[in-house]
């Protein structure tokens, strides 16, 4: 009969990450109703042309674009910072530009994240120059201790604090997107906050 060994007492690991519950996807999905009924008082019966820019604004602008009722097109655009690997030099370039014109189009930026201003300042000077009807945004979350660039946007969902967030499209090393909800990101061991400047 062969001999067992003895089961060794598992190490008891201490997580390397854990997200904590900033905002719950029921609160996202209720403000998200509530922007939209606000974006379609604004432009009553007009058709509206969200821009989500890639990738994290793709959960929101999907969410409000169900909620808004009327004629709803959208498009997608991506950039991205460069200079340093772990701080942006404040300088934003074009990685995808749209798929058509929105000369003469009433047009909603769609963000997941409103935080030093710096790609908002470039997208709005960008689309500016095509000569929309109209031209607003919305946010999901605004982070207004960490503005540099002179931008508001028209319709904000949560004002958040200064901390590192993830979840409902926005990552961590491209993880957590997919979360449901928006949590702060903590960070073993001890489980530290990420800094909100990476």
Do not use: C, W
Not at 93 to 104: A, K, M, N, P, V
Not at 109 to 135: A, S
């Amino acid at each position: 009969m062969p001999l067992h060994k003895k089961a060794r007492p598992q190490a008891t690991r201490t997580p390397r990450e854990r997200v904590r519950v900033l905002i719950t996807g029921a609160r996202i999905q209720k403000r998200i109703q509530a922007l939209a009924r606000e974006i379609r008082k604004d432009f009553p019966g007009e058709p509206l042309h969200l821009i989500s820019v890639l990738k994290g604004g793709v959960f929101f602008l999907t969410d409000l674009a169900r909620s808004i009722p009327g004629e709803v097109s959208f498009d997608f655009i991506a950039v991205s910072s460069y200079g340093q690997k772990t701080h942006s030099s404040g300088q934003v370039r074009l990685t995808r530009d749209l798929d058509s014109s929105i000369e003469g189009k009433t047009v909603i930026v769609v963000e997941d994240i409103l935080d030093t201003g710096m790609t908002l300042q470039y997208l709005l000077r960008l689309f500016q120059q095509r000569k929309p009807k109209h031209l607003r945004v919305a946010v999901l979350l605004d982070k207004p201790e960490r503005r540099i660039a002179a931008v508001r946007a028209d319709y904000v969902g949560f004002s958040i604090p200064n901390e590192f967030v993830v979840g409902y499209g926005l990552d961590y090393a491209e993880r957590y997107r997919n979360l449901p909800y928006v949590g702060i990101l903590l960070l073993g061991p001890g489980l530290k906050k990420k800094p909100a400047e990476d």
